[in-house]
């Protein structure tokens, strides 16, 4: 054999595929095209020849190209067509599918299996199944519960190819739903109704598919009611039209089915119909036991009420409401109070003279309603006219009479009126009543009733002008007895007119003494009649003679003087004078004189010359001695003057003593008087010279019993006001006052500074007074800090007794108070108007206490001073309006003084008054430092910003929030970040195609903030779309190259809609997406690359991969078709003159005519070849090398030839790589146009 060559074709000995191809010897070949079509049968040609020239053909009988796998179908779980994804049962489990498909090359052989996954048969391993057999059923096994399993099916076709395709899988649920709770209404009114809600049904394996419901009259359930009716996944269902009985329990049982079709049933507590309202009870206005009928009230309003009744479905709700009539609300709204049976409204407006109704309304279980009313109440805001008091008169010193003009009330009618008749320490009870529009008096003497302690009582009268007379028979008489009218009525609203007032003590009674007498005259005179509260009108006098005359006269009291003569006055003969002196207010006092004798005796010396008194006394005696003036004492003694003595409340009176002869003693002693504390006394002397023949009259001046001590006053630590706390260094102030004698006077008070608890005296000092008020100071310096003391203050009195009081007491305190923290804070305004704020904490004091607190805003490191204005309080903060000065510096100032004025400045940190806003930076999409405009991942999403800053204060607080626009937070709700420059929300869910947009907020220590936006990132969650991957430049194919030392590459229609095709990567590799070959470049924009450096292996194939990447960082990689390295030139054929016989000479003139073959390339094979002519091998000057693709012969008639010359045909041959290799024919002369050719130019082809 010479040579064979191969073809291959889609038809029986056709070339359709590949042309013949020369493999020299070789009796195998292979082709590495990429261009078989799957499912086509292909024939291979084989043409032999031998050294003689002889050519054999033999075709193939064909053979299929399959090179898809078995086409796979849907696998179902369950035996049925329809896929289940829940079953209950865990002994055995079933598939089926539909029949898997190969169209070329059949269907071989098929398995099943089971996985935890869809991948692998982790759980039972693939079984084989027989032919034509499209389910299985896997049995004795023991699933999960909760557990997914997959049905994996694999099927392989005649040349091996392998399918395989797992069921969406089927999860064991062998568990029935976690029961739940079903709720109806506990009661209900309707009979033709029954309506229900359910909820926490669970199943956390297989879920809720669906739910059914029934009514019952009884549990177990008999479905009397509505049998099971599905209504799927509603939790709350509504039957209507049916017939309930009255008073009868209804119950709701539902059914919770799972997706495997297990269930579980829960029932209702029940439900009962009750179709009778409450029965109605009563309303009473007030919350007293009994009911109102007038009311003083303008806003708040009570009422309660009882004997509401439901014994079926129980009282559920109370609701109560105010109106001008029944049911109405014109005041109060229907207002529920609960179970409440009363109720207040505080803020209900009411109006003088209406009258307003309550009204109650009960609802049962069932809801079923029941109203009642009270009777109504008139709201009365106006007091009753108490009528008018006047023309109070004494009567007898016994009755007073009273006149008033009765009392009337416009809205609720006459009111019950009293009359008050007060004096100091008792009373008199009136009652009046009205007959016939006559008054009658009730009150008799033993009606009185007296009591010390109220000194008030009240006089029960009803309205209407009248005149009352008040028995006041026993009355102890007051300075002064006030009359007033209360009334009071029906709203129990009062009034009490004015008071008025009249005299309530007699005149003071006086002194009457004879002033002259002779024998038919005397002459009288009187002094000390007075009345201090009224007048004294008329003194009546009444004279008795002899115990039998009387004369009674009734006499102005207008002098003190009067003169009576008469001839019925005989020596010897006695009189007695008496007098009423009688006062405005129609009381009187009376006064009796000593009888007197005629004719009147002379005093061997002056009585004007006796006495001077001295008067001692205590509780029960009273020693009286009294001496002549001017020197008469001794003289008094020679004469035998006697002396008898009385002590009287008034001048010449023995109200005390009678008057007791004593002799010449001028000195005496009672031992047995009783004296009244704060009573006025006189000592009387009478003189005589005639063992009281005659006799003058003497009396001391009055004198003030005193027998109790002093009335303690109050006594205050301090000067103006009372100290709780002195500092240690401070000086001692002590103020009294109310120290108080009513008999006699204070005259001293000593002031005692206490220590506690051991009550030694640590201070004393002693001064005169003249009150019970007074102050004193002085420095201590023995306290000790922290000690408690008291003040005692003692004062006496004239009379030597004392009493004594102390102060509240207070405390030493050497220490200001201490600890403390300030916080200050400026929110900027405008204007230079700025809100700030502080305050403070942990300031104490554990002596005095903090008693003040004095803030200011200064600036920064300013002193706080006495001129310093400041604010006073006793809050620990603050806030307030104030005028700063921008970008100034200021600091809070506390001062905090304790009780003892001992003080610590506090200071805070120092806040620059900031007006203007953080100042802003970038803010990147992403958690890189360089901004992203697109993502991929639709869980998540990050932002990078720059520090903000601000040059006045700090920034204490950012936020960050994301949203669908610009500054907006539909995604994620504000977040604070603090002073971090980035943050991510990793279970936020993005929309594919949205666009998201990151916002920071910060605020400065001023409250100013600040908000920058991103530019938004949109969520591309698609890799881009595949393009064209060339092997060669300009998106031109090539399948084979030449060199060794570069590989190129191209590409286009690489896509994505979202965010666009931003770069690519490439590779070289000796498998498609492998990079064995060149790692991947840099990311590039440009769709081609040329690999430099190359060292490819001759017959290789190399595939250059793109990776297209998107704006999102998606990338979607495609490889080339591969390009295979033939770095050999094809083997050069043979090429002769002619067509299909050698020539060796031709006419001038003449077509010139080539063919050519067994050109071949075994490893690319030839693409084209070229032909030219030329005067030598190789040349081509008489015609340029053509190409003429793969035409193994050409010709052409426009070649000049000339005569005598030889011309060569060459021809080149070129391979898919570009390696081209030339032959050239031997050559023909050239002979004269028409001339005949010798025979030995033509010769057969070798």
């Known amino acids: 054999m010479w040579y064979y060559k191969w073809a291959i074709g889609t038809q029986e000995c056709g070339t359709q595929v590949q042309a013949y191809v020369n493999v020299g010897k070789e009796t195998q070949a292979s082709s590495y095209k990429s261009d078989f079509v799957s499912g086509l049968l292909y024939y291979v040609s084989v043409v032999g020849r031998n050294q003689a020239g002889l050519l054999s053909k033999i075709c193939s009988e064909g053979t299929l190209y399959d090179d898809s796998p078995p086409v796979t179908s849907l696998v179902r779980d369950g035996e049925g067509a329809v896929d289940i994804d829940y079953q209950s049962f865990i002994g055995s489990l079933s598939a089926n599918w539909n029949a898997f498909t190969d169209d070329h090359s059949e269907i071989k052989e098929c398995s099943v299996g089971l996985g935890l996954t869809n991948e692998t048969d982790d759980y039972y391993a693939f079984t084989l199944v027989s032919s034509g057999m499209t389910k299985h059923q896997f049995t004795s096994l023991t699933l999960t519960s909760g557990t997914r399993y997959f049905a994996i099916v694999t099927c392989s076709n005649g040349l091996g190819l392998v399918s395989k395709r797992s069921s969406d899988g089927i999860k064991i649920d062998a568990t029935p739903p976690v029961l739940g709770k079903v709720t109806t209404s506990e ?47 509603s939790e709350g269902a509504t039957s209507s039209n049916l017939t309930l009985r009255p008073n009868t329990t209804y119950y709701v049982s539902v059914r919770a089915f799972n997706r495997a079709g297990l269930h579980s049933t829960k029932s209702s507590d029940g439900l009962i119909t009750d179709i009778s309202p409450p029965t109605a009870g009563s309303v009473v206005d007030g919350l007293g036991e009994d009911d109102v009928d007038w009311l003083y009230v303008d806003s708040e309003i009570g009422a309660r009420w009882y004997d509401f009744d439901d014994p079926e479905s129980g009282i559920q709700l109370y609701r109560w409401s105010v109106g001008t009539n029944e049911e109405g609300c014109q005041v109060l709204l229907a207002t529920s109070v609960t179970l409440s049976t009363s109720a207040v409204c505080s803020n209900c407006s009411f109006i003088s003279g209406v009258k307003y109704f309550i009204t109650v309304e009960a609802m049962n279980g069932a809801g079923l309603k029941t109203t009642a009313y009270s009777d109504g109440f008139t709201v009365d805001l106006t007091a009753p006219e108490t009528g008018a008091i006047s023309g109070l008169k004494w009567i007898d010193n016994s009755m007073l009479q009273i006149n008033w003009t009765g009392g009337t009330d416009d809205e609720s009618g006459p009111p019950s009126c009293s009359v008050h008749v007060v004096a100091s320490g008792q009373w008199e009870i009136v009652k009046l009543l009205e007959s016939n529009g006559e008054q009658t008096n009730i009150v008799s003497s033993g009606e009185q009733a007296v009591d010390g302690s109220s000194g ?216 047995d008087c009783l004296l009244l504390t704060g009573a006025v006394y006189f000592v009387n002397l009478h003189v005589s010279s005639d063992n009281f023949a005659s006799y003058t009259a003497h009396q001391s001046d009055d004198f003030l019993i005193d027998l109790t001590s002093p009335l303690a006053g109050e006594v205050v630590d301090g000067l103006n006001a009372d100290k709780e706390f002195y500092k240690i260094t401070e000086m001692f102030f002590a103020t009294w006052s109310g120290f108080a004698d009513p008999e006699s006077v204070i005259e001293t008070c000593s002031v005692y500074v206490v220590e506690l608890p051991s009550k030694n005296s640590i201070w004393s000092k002693e001064q005169l007074v003249s009150n019970g008020t007074g102050t004193t100071s002085g420095k201590i310096d023995s306290w000790t800090h922290g000690n408690e003391y008291v003040t005692k203050v003692v004062c006496e009195s004239s009379t030597g007794l004392s009493t004594e009081a102390s102060s509240d007491g207070f405390s030493v305190d050497a220490t200001p108070p201490a600890g403390g923290i300030v916080v200050f804070s400026i929110d900027s305004l405008w204007n230079g108007l700025a809100n700030v704020s502080g305050s403070w904490s942990s300031i104490g004091d554990g002596e005095s206490g903090v008693a003040l607190y004095e803030w200011a805003v200064v600036k920064a490191r300013e002193e706080f001073t006495n001129q310093t204005v400041a604010t006073a309080t006793k809050k620990t903060s603050f806030s307030a309006s104030i005028n700063l000065t921008a970008s100034a510096e200021y600091e809070l100032v506390v001062n905090a003084s304790n009780f003892a004025g001992l003080y610590t400045i506090y200071r805070s940190k120092s806040i620059v008054h900031d007006v203007t806003s953080p100042e802003s930076y970038h803010i990147f999409d992403g958690a890189g430092a360089t901004d992203i405009d697109y993502q991929f991942s639709t869980i998540g999403i990050s932002a990078t910003w720059g520090q903000m800053t601000d040059d006045e204060t700090i920034i204490i607080d950012c936020v960050w929030y994301v949203g669908t626009e610009p500054g907006s937070a539909q995604l994620l709700s504000p977040q604070s970040v603090g002073l971090q420059t980035n943050a991510s929300c990793w279970h936020c869910v993005l929309t594919p195609g949205m666009t998201y947009f990151s916002s920071v907020t910060c605020r400065n220590a001023a409250g100013l903030e600040t908000v920058v936006t991103s530019d938004g990132v949109l969520v591309d969650p698609t890799r881009p779309v595949s393009g064209l991957v060339y092997d060669g430049r300009g998106r031109e194919d090539v399948a084979y190259q030449l060199v060794t030392s570069f590989s190129d590459c191209s590409w286009n229609n690489f896509t994505d809609p979202e965010s666009g095709v931003v770069g690519y990567r490439t590779c070289l590799g000796t498998s498609p997406g492998l990079c064995d070959t060149r790692e991947r470049a840099d990311k590039i924009v440009s769709t081609e690359w040329r690999f430099l450096g190359l060292a490819l292996r001759h017959g290789g194939v190399y595939y250059c991969s793109v990776m297209g990447i998107n704006a999102a960082g998606l990338s979607r990689v495609v490889s080339s078709d591969g390009i295979t390295i033939d770095v050999t030139v094809p083997s050069p054929g043979i090429v002769i003159d002619g067509v299909d016989e050698d020539i060796d000479c031709q006419n001038a003139g003449s077509s010139v005519l080539a063919s050519w073959f067994d050109f071949y390339d075994v490893e690319s094979g030839i693409v084209a070849y070229e032909w030219g002519v030329g005067s030598s091998k190789g040349n081509d000057d008489l015609q340029e090398f053509t190409l003429v693709n793969l035409l193994l012969s050409a010709g052409n008639a426009n070649v000049t030839l000339e005569s005598g010359k030889m011309f060569y045909v060459t021809v080149r041959a070129e391979n898919a790589a570009g390696g081209k290799s030339s032959a050239s024919s031997d050559g023909v002369l050239v002979f004269e146009e028409n001339s005949p050719l010798p025979l030995s130019c033509v010769s057969l082809r070798p």
């Open 187 to 233: 009661y209900q009114s309707m009979l033709d109704v029954v309506e229900a809600v359910w909820s926490g049904f669970l199943d956390v394996e297989s879920l809720i598919d669906s739910y059914s419901w029934s009514i019952d009259r009884q549990i177990p359930m008999r479905q009397d009611v509505q049998p099971f009716t599905n209504v799927r996944l």
């Open 456 to 671: 008030e009582q009240a006089i029960d009268v009803s309205s209407g002008e009248q005149t009352i007379d008040v028995n006041t028979t026993g009355f102890s008489y007051s300075q002064v007895v006030s009359v007033y009218v209360n009334c009071t009525n029906r709203a129990l609203v009062s009034a009490t007119s004015p008071s008025i007032s009249i005299d309530g003590t007699p005149p003071t009674s006086g002194l009457i003494s004879l002033l002259q007498q002779g024998n038919n005259f005397f002459s009288l005179k009187w002094d000390g009649f007075h009345d201090t509260e009224s007048i004294v009108e008329f003194l009546e006098l009444n004279i008795e003679f002899n115990s039998t005359s009387e004369i009674l006269l009734l006499l102005p009291y207008k002098g003190s003087f009067y003169e009576h003569r008469t001839d019925t006055f005989l020596p010897g003969s006695s009189w007695t004078v008496s007098a009423n002196a009688v006062s405005s207010s129609g009381l009187t006092s009376s006064v009796v004189t000593e009888s007197f004798d005629f004719p009147p005796l002379v005093d061997p010396i002056n009585s004007a010359d006796c006495c001077d008194f001295t008067i001692e006394y205590n509780s029960t005696t009273i020693t009286v001695s009294w001496d002549w003036r001017n020197g008469l004492t001794a003289k008094s003694s020679e004469l035998g003057y006697r002396y008898r003595y009385s002590i009287g409340s008034i001048a010449g009176g023995a109200q005390i003593r009678n008057y007791t002869d004593v002799g010449i003693v001028r000195e005496a002693v009672c031992r």
